[in-house]
C-alpha cells in the first residue's frame, strides 16, 4: 500500500482563473418570498409604483438604464419579461405606459453575481469555432462550476488556446452575462419510461401515457393526451399522483438556446427546475461521437434541490442550443457520472461511483436505464482510502483509455491520479499511476475547501495532454505533460 504521493513531473501553468464579482445575470427578485412572510408584499410594492407620476417613472427608469444596462443583455427585455410575471398583481383598470411596466420590472429584479464565492471543477473540450489561429494551436472551450451567494452553482464557460507545444492562453472573458432563453423541449419516450421505472410505476394511467404517446413529443402533444384519458381511468385513485409524477417529470427535461452572436463565455448556464434549483454541480463536458457519426457534446452534471441530488445530462452540437433531460437507472443515483466519449461494442458506457466510494463502470441498457456498476478501482493506498472517483471523461489515447482520477485521504485532501483501461474491454484497467499525478502544494491548499485539487475532464492536443484543475474549490490552474510521458510512467496492472 503506497501511504504518500511522489508527484508526476508535469507542468503548472502560470495561468489562474479567480471568481470574479463582477460577472452577474439579472433574477427574478420578489420582496419578503424569502423570508416565507405570510403578508404578501408584491402588490403594495406595485400598489406604491403606480403612485408615481409618468415624469418620475420616466426619470427613475433613465437612471436604473443608466446604472445597469452596460452590464447586461437588452435589459428592457428582461424588465419587461419580470413584468409579465408579476402582471396579475397590476389592477386591471391601469393603464401603463411602456415605461412604467418596465420600472415594475425592475423593480422585480436584482443582481446575482454567479462566481462571488467559488470558481472550480473545470472540464475541456476542443472549441467548435476554430478560426483565426496560427499553426500548432487549438481553441478549447473549457466548462466552469461558478458559485455564487448561497452556494448556488451554475454553468460558466470560458475559451483558451493551447499550443504550440506548453504554451497556452486565456481567451477574453469580459462583457455581460446572460441566461438562456427556456425554449420547448422534444422529450423521448424511452426516457419517460425509464423514469417511471425509477419511481416503480406501472398501472393502466401511465401505461395508456406511454402507448399514446409518440417516440419524441413536445409540451403541448404531452398534455393533449393527458387530456384524452379515459374517464374510467381518471377516476381511479392512483392516477392524480400519477399524472402529477408524468408531469414532474416531463417537465425536468428541457432545452436553452442562446442568440448566436454571444461569445461563448458570456453564456451561462442556470437551473431552470426544481429539483436544480439549488445548483447545477461538476458538469463534465466531452465531445462525442453520435451512433450516426455526427460529431456533439454531453455533459454530466449533479442537480441539487438543497436536500436531494439526481443526474442530469446536457447534450448539444454547438455550445448555443443545450437540451438537458434526467439520468435514469441504479448507476446515476449518485454524484460523478462520466461519459464515455463514443459507443464501445454497440453500447453506451460511463464511469460512476454509485456506491460513494468506488470508481466504476456502468453500461446503459434499451430502456435508457444505467444498470449497475461493476468495480475499477477501489480506495487501496494511503492518500484514496475514504474515497476514488473520476476527475472527467476517458481520453481515448493508442495505448487505452487514459481515465483520471481523485483520492480522498487523510484530512479530506484530495488528490489526482490516473489509470488506464482496455480500449474494446473498458472493464479491464491494464496499468495506473500509483504516485499519482497531482496534488495540492502550497500555494493551492488554501480556499473554499481547503486541500482539495479537482477536475472535470481534460483533452490531449498535439501529444500534449492538457489539464485544468481547481484549487480548492475557489479558483482554477492549468497543468500539461507531453502524453507518452505520463504513458510510460504508467505501471502494468496484473490481472
Not at 406501472?202 to 409518440?214: F, G, I, K, M, R
Not at 436536500?307 to 442530469?312: D, L, P, V, Y
Not at 476517458?394 to 487514459?402: D, M, R, V, Y
Not at 484497467?429 to 499525478?437: Q, R, S, T, Y
Request: hydrophobic share 40%.
Amino acid at each position: 500500500m503506497t501511504a504518500t504521493m511522489n508527484a508526476t513531473d508535469i507542468t503548472r501553468h502560470t495561468i489562474t482563473m479567480a471568481p470574479d464579482g463582477r460577472r452577474v445575470v439579472i433574477k427574478l427578485f420578489v420582496p419578503g418570498e424569502d423570508a416565507n412572510s405570510p403578508h404578501n408584499r408584491a402588490s403594495c410594492l406595485i400598489e406604491r409604483i403606480l403612485q408615481l407620476d409618468e415624469a418620475d417613472i420616466t426619470r427613475m427608469l433613465d437612471d436604473v438604464l443608466t446604472r445597469f444596462s452596460g452590464r447586461h443583455h437588452d435589459i428592457l427585455a428582461v424588465f419587461q419579461h419580470h413584468y409579465e410575471v408579476v402582471q396579475h398583481r397590476v389592477p386591471p383598470e391601469a393603464d401603463l405606459s411602456p415605461s412604467a411596466r418596465s420600472l415594475i420590472g425592475a423593480y422585480f429584479s436584482h443582481e446575482f453575481s454567479v462566481e462571488a464565492a467559488a470558481l472550480c471543477n473545470p472540464s475541456i473540450v476542443p472549441h467548435p469555432d476554430q478560426i483565426g489561429l496560427a499553426a500548432g494551436e487549438l481553441r478549447a472551450a473549457v466548462s466552469l462550476r461558478q458559485i455564487g451567494e448561497g452556494h448556488i452553482s451554475s454553468v460558466g464557460f470560458c475559451s483558451v488556446i493551447l499550443g504550440p507545444g506548453a504554451t497556452i492562453r486565456l481567451e477574453d472573458r469580459d462583457g455581460p452575462l446572460a441566461i438562456g432563453t427556456r425554449v420547448g423541449a422534444k422529450h423521448m419516450r424511452h426516457q419517460l419510461f425509464a423514469a417511471l421505472g425509477d419511481d416503480d410505476i406501472d398501472n393502466e394511467a401511465s401505461a395508456y401515457v406511454l402507448n399514446a404517446l409518440p417516440e419524441r413529443f413536445d409540451d403541448q402533444e404531452f398534455e393533449d393526451v393527458l387530456s384524452h384519458i379515459p374517464h374510467e381511468l381518471q377516476a381511479r385513485p392512483t392516477t392524480p399522483m400519477t399524472l402529477d409524477l408524468l408531469r414532474r417529470i416531463v417537465h425536468d427535461d428541457y432545452a436553452v438556446t442562446f442568440p448566436a452572436a454571444m461569445p461563448l463565455h458570456q453564456r451561462v448556464l442556470w437551473p431552470a427546475t426544481p429539483s436544480e434549483s439549488r445548483g447545477m454541480e461538476d458538469a463534465r463536458f466531452v465531445q462525442v461521437v453520435d451512433p450516426d457519426g455526427r460529431p456533439a457534446y454531453q455533459a454530466t452534471y449533479t442537480a441539487y434541490d438543497g436536500f436531494n441530488i439526481s443526474g442530469r445530462v446536457i447534450y448539444t452540437r454547438d455550445l448555443r442550443h443545450f437540451e438537458v433531460t434526467t439520468l435514469h437507472g441504479p448507476a446515476a443515483r449518485n454524484k460523478g457520472m462520466a461519459l464515455f466519449p463514443r459507443y464501445i461494442g454497440g453500447k453506451k458506457m460511463a464511469l460512476c461511483r454509485s456506491d460513494g466510494e468506488t470508481l466504476g463502470l456502468a453500461v446503459r441498457d434499451d430502456q435508457h436505464r444505467w444498470q449497475p456498476a461493476g468495480p475499477l478501482l477501489v480506495p487501496h493506498r494511503g492518500w484514496d482510502l475514504i474515497q476514488v472517483g473520476n476527475c472527467g471523461s476517458p481520453i481515448e489515447t493508442e495505448a487505452g483509455w487514459l481515465v483520471l482520477t481523485h483520492g480522498v485521504g487523510p484530512m479530506r485532501r484530495y488528490a489526482i491520479g490516473a489509470m488506464l483501461l482496455d480500449l474494446e474491454n473498458p472493464e479491464r484497467v491494464i496499468a495506473d499511476l500509483p504516485e499519482g499525478l497531482l496534488d495540492p502544494d502550497e500555494t493551492e491548499r488554501e480556499g473554499y475547501v481547503p486541500n482539495v485539487l479537482y477536475s472535470c475532464g481534460g483533452m490531449v492536443h498535439d501529444g500534449r495532454f492538457w489539464l485544468p484543475y481547481a484549487h480548492s474549490d475557489v479558483r482554477i490552474g492549468f497543468a500539461s505533460m507531453p502524453l507518452d510521458q505520463l504513458l510510460d510512467r504508467m505501471q502494468p496492472v496484473t490481472s
